[in-house]
Nanobody
Framework: QVLPVETGGGLVQAGGSLRLSCAAS????????MGWFRQAPGKEREFVAV????????RYADSVKGRFTISKDNAKNTVYLEMNNLKPEDTAVYCC??????????????WGQGTQVTVSS
């Protein structure tokens, strides 16, 4: 089982930047995907971005395209989410998850505890 652990959340002013990290331990990740999700108070969890360990394919939610960048470091088994031009509506708990199966619709089965991101206006 792959266990993801997130770090890097915090408080930032609107227009600022943060970088989240997700370190994954466990079995080989080569056939897996790593995704970021977020959940704001009173709202459902929503997809943010995903990257494939093999090939480095990426996909983003429309709400973060052009502002967020997902990347990976194979040597460190770590995925990053670089968040720029942050907006108050980006405030949420951000979770990292490990996915498998089809790239078009990964099955995310292992979740981290999450890290809080708060963007002040």
């Amino acid at each position: 089982q792959v266990l993801p652990v997130e770090t890097g959340g915090g408080l930032v002013q609107a227009g600022g930047s943060l970088r989240l990290s997700c370190a994954a331990s466990g079995r080989t990740l080569w056939n897996l995907f790593m995704g970021w999700f977020r959940q704001a108070p009173g709202k459902e969890r929503e997809f943010v971005a995903v990257v494939s360990w093999r090939g480095g394919l990426t996909r983003y939610a429309d709400s973060v395209k052009g502002r967020f960048t997902i990347s990976k470091d194979n040597a460190k088994n770590t995925v990053y989410l670089e968040m720029n031009n942050l907006k108050p509506e980006d405030t949420a708990v951000y979770c990292c998850a490990v996915g498998s199966g089809r790239w078009a619709a990964p099955d995310f089965g292992s979740w981290g505890q999450g890290t809080q991101v708060t963007v002040s206006s």
